[in-house]
C-alpha cells in the first residue's frame, strides 16, 4: 500500500510499515488461522496463551505472565467472582520499553472465547478453520483472536520499518474477557498502565465504542404447586409461572425505556434490553415442575444506577406477584448476583487521543470512525474505574456470527484495522529522534 499525497503528515517509518503490512497480509490471515485451531473456550486459555507468549516472545518484548488469583484480587471494585480454576489460564503481557519522553498506550485483545455449543449448528466443525469467500470460519475468529494477531502483527511490521518508540507500548492478552471482565481488570491493578488503551475486539470497519450502558446480572426462582403432569385441572408449573415472570419483566423493560436518559448521554438502540440467558426447572418427566430458575440480564442508562435498578426490578417483580392468584402467596426469589456494572463515558470530544485517533484512522483505513455507546458491557469499563484513562474499543475488522454458529471475519477487513494501529502508535508514542 502507498499513502495518498493527502497522507503526507504520516511518519516515513509509518509508510514503510503499511506497505509491510499490505505485503504480508496473507502471511497474517495464516498465523490467525494457527490460533484458531486452538481452542481456547473461557476455562480453557492456557495454550492459546502460550502461543501469544512465543510470539511476544519473537518480537523481543519483556514478558510477563500471571494467573488471576482470587486472594490477589477479588477484593477489587468490578471483580466478578467465578468458579473457574484460575491455574494455567495466565494474563499475557508484553512491554516494547521506549526510550522515553513520549506517551505509553495499551493494546489489548482477549484470548478467550465463548463456547461452541451446539456444534451441530455451525457448518464446519468450529476449532477447524476455515476459508470460504474472502472469510474465514472458526470460533473465536472475530470475537476476538483476530485482534490479538492484528497486534502482533502490526508491532512487527513497525519493529521491520525501523520504528523506536519514545513511549511504553504495553501489549494485553487477557482471559475472562467474556463472562467477567477480571483480565484487563486484573492487568489495571498489577500496574500494566498507560496513558491510553485501544481495545482491538468487537466492532466492524468505521465503528468505535466510548461508553457503554449499565449492566446488571439477576436471577428469579419460581416455586409451583407440583403433582402429575396428567392432573391438568389444578395446580401451577413453576417453568410455565418463570414465563409468565419474563413476559412482565420484558414490559416493564418497555416502560422503562420510555423515560429519558440523562440529558448528555449519547443516543442508544434498546438500551434497556432485558434478555433470559439461561432457564432450568424440573425435576422428573411425569411431574409438573416445582422449581424454576431464569438467569437475566438488564441494561440501563443513566440517571439511573445499579442501585437504582435493583430497586426497580424488585418492585416491578413484588407488583406482579401481588397481582397474581399463586405468586402472591408463593413470591418468586430474586437474586442479585454476577455482572454488574455502571454505565461508562469515556469519550471526551476535546481529549487528543480521541482527536488523533480519529485523523489517523481516517487517514489509513479510508473511513472516518464513529464514536458509539454500547447498549452491553465490555472491557472498556475497567479503563474508568480507577481514574481515568481516555480508552477506545474498535476492531478487528468486518465479521459475523459473534456467540452464534458460523463465527467468521473477513480477512480483507483486517489490513485497515492494522494498519491504524500501526499509524497511531507512531503518533501517539512518538518515534525516538522525533521532536
Known sequence: MTLASSHADLEVVTRRALDLLARDHTATVSQLADLLAIPSPVGQEGEAQDWVA??????ELELHQFELDPAEFAHLPGWLPNDRPHRGRPNVIGIWRGSGGGRSLVLNAHIDTVPADPVERWTSDPWTPRFSGGRLYARGAHDDKAGIVEIIAALRALQRAGFQPRGDIIVQSVIEDEPTGNGTLACAARGFNAEAAWVVDGTPLGEAIVNHCGQIQFFITTYGSGGSIVDKVSGYDAI??????????EAFARRAHQQPPAPDWPAVANPLHFAV???????????RPQKCTL???MAFNPPETLAGMRERIAAALAAFAQSHPWLRDNPPVLRFEGLATEPVRIYREDHPFFRELGHIYGATAGMPLRWLTLNAWCDLRHFSLHGYVPAV???PGNGGGDHGPDEYIETDSMLPVMQALAAFTVRWCGQTGDN
Open 295 to 297: 438467569e437475566c440480564c
Open 54 to 59: 512465543r510470539r511476544l516472545t519473537e518480537l
Open 393 to 395: 474499543l474498535t476492531g
Open 240 to 249: 410455565q409461572l418463570a414465563m409468565e415472570v419474563a413476559r412482565e419483566l
Open 277 to 287: 440467558s439461561r432457564i432450568a426447572g424440573g425435576e422428573w418427566f411425569a411431574s
